[in-house]
């Protein structure tokens, strides 16, 4: 109960008596940034070693990208497996009744598909990100501002011709 209360007069208290240091708590994460997890599961986990090379090859694989990577990992193992099912089972069934039906393992491969190639799009939405916005800095970098002396390039003299209005250009019809 008092635990629950703190320390509401703030008083100091007595100092605890020395214990033994707490035991040291075993890491769950992994020894590698981009080790597999050790909650994946045996398939996962093929599939994670097998991806993970070409993950890493574009040298842009960043260890925020893992929560996506481990996700189409995860997917793509499922469809594997109701992949195997389907190899050797048929994409179809008979029912007791006589009716073909499509193999409900069918149906999940589909799902799994599609969220393979979400995944491998926000995968490389974030490495184009990256690389669009690499390339903006630099851009901006090239640019230099000019000095509060100079005058500024876009400063146009009341002598200078107007440019005339381009109406073959849509862009033009805005001057």
């Given at each position: ?20 240091a707490p035991p040291a708590v075993a890491s769950t994460e992994p ?61 179809t069934y008979t029912t007791e009744t006589g009716y073909v039906r ?74």
């Amino acid at each position: 109960m008092n635990a629950l209360a703190g320390n509401p007069g703030r008083r100091k208290r007595a100092a605890a008596p020395a214990t033994e240091a707490p035991p040291a708590v075993a890491s769950t994460e992994p020894a590698s940034e981009f080790a597999p997890p050790a909650s994946l599961t045996k398939g996962e986990r093929e599939v994670w070693l097998e991806e993970l090379p070409r993950f890493l090859s574009t040298g842009l694989g960043r260890p925020s990208d893992l929560t996506t990577f481990r996700a189409y990992c995860e997917a793509r193992a499922l469809y594997l497996r109701c992949k195997k099912v389907v190899d050797r089972k048929g994409i179809t069934y008979t029912t007791e009744t006589g009716y073909v039906r499509t193999r409900p393992e069918v149906g999940v491969m589909n799902a799994q598909a599609r969220l393979m190639a979400k995944y491998s799009d926000q995968l490389t939405q974030n490495t184009k990100a990256r690389i669009s916005t690499a390339a903006q800095l630099g851009a901006a970098r090239q640019y230099q501002l000019p000095l509060p002396d100079a005058p500024s390039p876009t400063a146009h003299s009341s002598d200078a011709p107007k440019p005339q209005a381009n109406h073959d250009d849509p862009v033009g019809w805005l001057q």
